[in-house]
């Protein structure tokens, strides 16, 4: 095979844009081209990038960011139809056990993928003790669903028995009801449906991305369990040129990559919908 040069000009770029299904795109903005054309690889003798000294533990914080990108990103392209929490009785299981738990969480999921065509994303997170284990989530598919007989109230942070809305003269059609899953026989559930309102899901999306963090510990090894016959990862990704002084993130600020040394500006055409919507309501 013939092997001829191409200029990096032609293969690394500054701007990577993301597009998501309901026509949304993010997009970070580097300080210099760090984005590669997938389908090339640089030449052997080209000397690598040596790592910067004494800033903390950049590997660490890149993974938790890459975490937190690619949950996003599963949440963002997928079409999902709850949002879960799972816990483990102390009765069927040993709720401090990460091995054991594990191994049957991943039975337990694994059949409702077969059996059910169950798309699933979840972080497991330790209880305030520090021991239990439990998961927060989005799932779709064909699961079962039984009436908890609660329901998520508007400024009610968790879930309230019916006849107490009723009482408080909180309106049902102003609620959702919250469901039990059979299905998963290691101890209580509870999924919320969805709607298509972004904010609904944006809300959700960083309530179970902000408990990745530098004390976050990978419980199986993993940040997040996902998977599903349709589960759809990765959005389309493009790669562009642009000044990088002249372009404006959402929040004004410049992200130093001290791994990478390299400053970067983020935009989303989501969060600047958001913002709009609530000004809008703010003037109303």
């Given at each position: 095979?013939?092997?001829?040069?191409?200029?990096?000009?032609?293969?690394?770029?500054?701007?990577?844009?993301?597009?998501?299904?309901?026509?949304?795109?993010?997009?970070?903005?580097?300080?210099?081209?760090?984005?590669?054309?997938?389908?090339?690889?640089?030449?052997?003798?080209?000397?690598?990038?040596?790592?910067?000294?004494?800033?903390?533990?950049?590997?660490?914080?890149?993974?938790?960011?890459?975490?937190k990108t690619s949950v996003s990103?599963?949440?963002?392209?997928?079409?999902?139809?709850?949002?879960?929490?799972?816990?483990?009785?102390?009765?069927?299981?040993?709720?401090?056990?990460?091995?054991?738990?594990?191994?049957?969480?991943?039975?337990?999921?694994?059949?409702?993928?077969?059996?059910?065509?169950?798309?699933?994303?979840?972080?497991?997170?330790?209880?305030?003790?520090?021991?239990?284990?439990?998961?927060?989530?989005?799932?779709?598919?064909?699961?079962?669903?039984?009436?908890?007989?609660?329901?998520?109230?508007?400024?009610?942070?968790?879930?309230?028995?019916?006849?107490?809305?009723?009482?408080?003269?909180?309106?049902?059609?102003?609620?959702?009801?919250v469901y039990n899953l059979p299905?998963?026989?290691?101890?209580?559930?509870?999924?919320?449906?969805?709607?298509?309102?972004?904010?609904?899901?944006?809300?959700?999306?960083?309530?179970?991305?902000?408990?990745?963090?530098?004390?976050?510990?990978?419980?199986?090894?993993?940040?997040?369990?996902?998977?599903?016959?349709?589960?759809?990862?990765?959005?389309?990704?493009?790669l562009d040129n642009t000044d990088?002084?002249?372009?404006?993130?959402?929040?004004?600020?410049?992200?130093?990559?001290?791994?990478?040394?390299?400053?970067?500006?983020?935009?989303?055409?989501?969060?600047?919908?958001?913002?709009?919507?609530?000004?809008?309501?703010?003037?109303?």
């Amino acid at each position: 095979m013939t092997r001829f040069s191409v200029s990096e000009n032609f293969i690394f770029h500054n701007v990577k844009i993301k597009e998501y299904p309901n026509g949304d795109c993010s997009v970070a903005v580097a300080s210099r081209p760090v984005f590669k054309e997938k389908g090339w690889e640089l030449s052997s003798d080209k000397p690598k990038m040596p790592k910067p000294k004494e800033v903390g533990n950049p590997s660490r914080d890149d993974s938790i960011r890459r975490a937190k990108t690619s949950v996003s990103d599963i949440v963002r392209m997928n079409d999902f139809e709850y949002f879960v929490t799972l816990t483990l009785s102390a009765e069927k299981i040993d709720r401090t056990n990460a091995k054991e738990i594990s191994r049957k969480v991943k039975i337990i999921l694994s059949n409702l993928v077969e059996r059910s065509d169950l798309n699933y994303i979840l972080i497991p997170e330790y209880h305030k003790d520090g021991k239990a284990i439990h998961f927060h989530g989005f799932m779709s598919g064909n699961l079962e669903t039984v009436d908890s007989g609660t329901v998520k109230a508007p400024f009610h942070k968790k879930p309230i028995k019916t006849e107490t809305a009723k009482r408080k003269g909180i309106s049902l059609d102003d609620c959702k009801t919250v469901y039990n899953l059979p299905q998963w026989t290691l101890g209580f559930s509870s999924a919320i449906p969805l709607n298509q309102e972004d904010r609904d899901r944006t809300a959700l999306e960083s309530y179970v991305i902000k408990y990745i963090t530098k004390d976050f510990e990978k419980i199986f090894g993993k940040y997040y369990l996902s998977g599903g016959k349709e589960l759809r990862r990765n959005p389309p990704v493009y790669l562009d040129n642009t000044d990088f002084k002249a372009f404006e993130g959402d929040d004004g600020q410049e992200h130093y990559c001290a791994f990478t040394d390299t400053s970067f500006k983020y935009s989303d055409t989501r969060t600047r919908r958001l913002r709009a919507q609530s000004s809008e309501v703010a003037e109303l």
